[in-house]
């Protein structure tokens, strides 16, 4: 079993291949022993096909997210696990170009990812997941997600590090007994913050496991108009130049929301 | 004329039994069956005088957030009859918010200045998300007060405009007693509405009535092929049914879902650990959780796709 170090978290991609562009290049010049992808290569963006050989010339290991799932199986819906009916409009949008422009190869690719990855880093068991360990599609937002939860999880998964993504906004937390959870947040669009940017969460253990979550700037502008460009819906690209969630925005919760602006 | 006897189908059927996945919810029946109002809709026909479940205090309240730690609970739920009638309501809430998110279900009716600003300083004091659902069942006044009774309209929107004003953003929880057709310009009325009390982001949750209590009355019970069978299960996802990841701690046990509360069947033992049995899906009100899904949650509103 691999030994790392220090280890690049890249969240979901959205088919933001511009900002996974970046945040290899980033994750290299930090001297990242490897780079992991949590999965969700699709949706949102433009040009799903370009972020395959991204992750496949660069050795990228990848969980299968709910999306990379759905599209690999041929399944109806994105089961990201809205029940808006605002939000699933816009899901099914985004799921039809999705699917439309992914290559049966790449379907193929995705359908074969793993559900989870582990492997030690130091004395700590690491378990990388999309949604949850239990559940691939299971939102573990900071305000909604209790430490005792946390425990448990550890716990029932044997596991001392959770790595996670699927909500779109970082987080990270470190537990009495020596364990930790991470939500490595996503590089497909801002964190609902008004900022352009979006991130990637780096790992580090020597011997102490330390997080940093590390900004991403990119070509947004380039981003923004290659949606246009595709006729991806006008609220997405708002999003991406703006950095304010305009869609899905009914599963945020309370404390998640209120910060928002819409 | 065939004279063949249709069995009755509540005996001849068998009812799957639904085990607890995880307790991921555990609600509490905080104010008893006990309410300021006695809507005509209400499932468990709570008002003022119907005292077949009690309040619950603070130190009951307590050991069961204490027991679900090692449970892993992932969100507390308050309800009733009206929370807010319960005297100790914030200091519970103040409890729960140290060991995780909670919401609570109300109809507003009782928020006060003094109530929002507390719920205000409770919330921003713990890590954790506090959620307040309102019901409202018309968006306007005489749409809403035929269900809810006189005055209840102003009442409610005064408390959603109290919570906004200190930083919330309430969930309008309404309950369906329209048509599909209408579905969409009951939105927009609410929107609309909410909006022009200055409710600038309104959220919104749809919930389908429950056939139960004094909903008979006025619509319908259920017709007794409307149940759920183990054929139905065949393909279904399981973790629809609020009783494979919630139970209700009551100030009379611990029963199955807060739904079925005046079920006997539905009584699950008095502590956690003895509540986490597997549960026979036998009464009717699980079949609108079946084809509605997760219907208690915060976030699961959406009708079953066909």
């Known amino acids: 079993m691999e030994n790392y170090q220090k280890i690049a978290l890249i969240g979901g991609v959205y088919s933001n ?21 949590l999965g969700d290569l699709g949706a949102f963006g433009p040009h799903p096909d370009r972020v395959f050989p991204l992750l496949q010339q660069n050795n990228i290991a990848v969980v299968q997210g709910n999306y990379d799932n759905s599209i690999g199986n041929n399944l109806k819906d994105c089961q990201c696990g809205y029940t808006d009916p605002r939000d699933n409009y816009f899901a099914r949008l985004s799921y039809d170009y999705t699917y439309a422009n992914t290559s049966e190869a790449n379907k193929q690719w995705m359908k074969d990812l793993p559900a989870e990855i582990r492997f030690n880093m130091g004395k700590y068991r690491v378990l990388l997941c999309h949604g949850s360990p239990r559940k691939m599609n299971e939102f573990l937002w900071d305000s909604t997600t209790p430490t005792h939860f946390l425990e448990k999880l550890c716990e029932d998964f044997q596991a001392d590090i959770i790595c996670a993504t699927h909500t779109g906004l970082h987080w990270q937390r470190s537990l009495e007994s020596d364990r930790h959870f991470a939500n490595v947040g996503v590089i497909g669009r801002p964190e609902n913050n008004g900022e352009t940017h979006v991130g ?41 130049l703006g950095g304010w969630w305009t869609t899905c925005l009914e599963i945020l919760p309370a404390k998640e929301r209120i910060t928002g602006q819409y | 004329m065939n004279n063949t006897a249709i069995p009755n189908p509540q005996t001849a059927i068998k009812h799957p039994d639904l085990h607890l996945d995880a307790l991921d919810n555990l609600w509490f029946q905080v104010s008893g069956t006990l309410c300021n109002i006695a809507c005509d809709h209400c499932f468990i026909s709570c008002s003022p005088r119907n005292h077949s479940f009690e309040l619950m205090t603070l130190a009951e309240i307590r050991p069961h957030l204490e027991a679900s730690r090692e449970m892993g609970v992932k969100e507390y739920y308050f309800t009733g009859g009206e929370p807010f009638m319960n005297k100790e309501m914030l200091d519970i809430l103040e409890l729960t918010l140290q060991y995780g998110p909670a919401t609570v279900l109300s109809n507003g009716m009782l928020i006060t200045e003094k109530k929002a600003r507390r719920l205000r300083e409770i919330e921003a004091a713990s890590h954790y ?3 307040l659902r309102i019901s409202i069942d018309g968006y306007t006044e005489e749409m809403n007060d035929a269900i809810r009774g006189e005055g209840v309209f102003k009442k409610a929107m005064k408390g959603v405009q109290l919570l906004y004003a200190h930083g919330f953003l309430p969930i309008i929880t309404v309950t369906k ?54 054929e139905m299960l065949v393909d279904y996802d399981c973790s629809q049914f609020i009783c494979a990841n919630s139970r209700v701690v009551t100030n009379r046990g ?6 079925l509360i005046e079920s006997p ?29 997760a219907i208690c949650s915060n976030f699961s509103s959406g009708k079953r796709e066909a």
Request: charged share 25%.
């Open chain 2, 129 to 131: 998300s506090l959620e």
């Open chain 1, 17 to 37: 291949y511009l900002a996974l562009e970046a945040t290899i290049a980033d994750a290299k010049s930090r001297g990242a022993d490897a780079i992991f992808c």
């Open chain 2, 254 to 259: 611990i029963y199955v879902c807060p739904i």
């Open chain 2, 265 to 293: 069947s539905a009584h699950m033992g008095d502590t956690l650990a003895e509540a986490t049995k597997s549960y026979e899906l036998k009464e009717q009100a699980c079949y609108t959780c079946y084809l509605y899904g």
């Open chain 2, 177 to 230: 007693t329209w048509e599909d057709y209408e579905d969409e310009a009951v939105l927009d009325g609410f929107l609309n509405v909410l909006k022009s009390h200055g409710y600038a982001r309104p959220r919104i949750k749809i919930l389908p009535s429950l056939k139960l209590g004094k909903e008979v009355a006025r619509s319908r019970g259920y017709d007794q092929y409307e149940m759920v069978t183990e």
């Open chain 1, 200 to 240: 990637y969460m780096m790992l580090t253990v020597n011997p102490q496991p330390v997080f940093e979550y590390i900004p991403i700037s990119y070509d947004y502008q380039r981003l923004a108009k290659e949606m246009r460009e595709e006729s991806l819906p006008e609220e997405f690209v708002e999003t991406i």
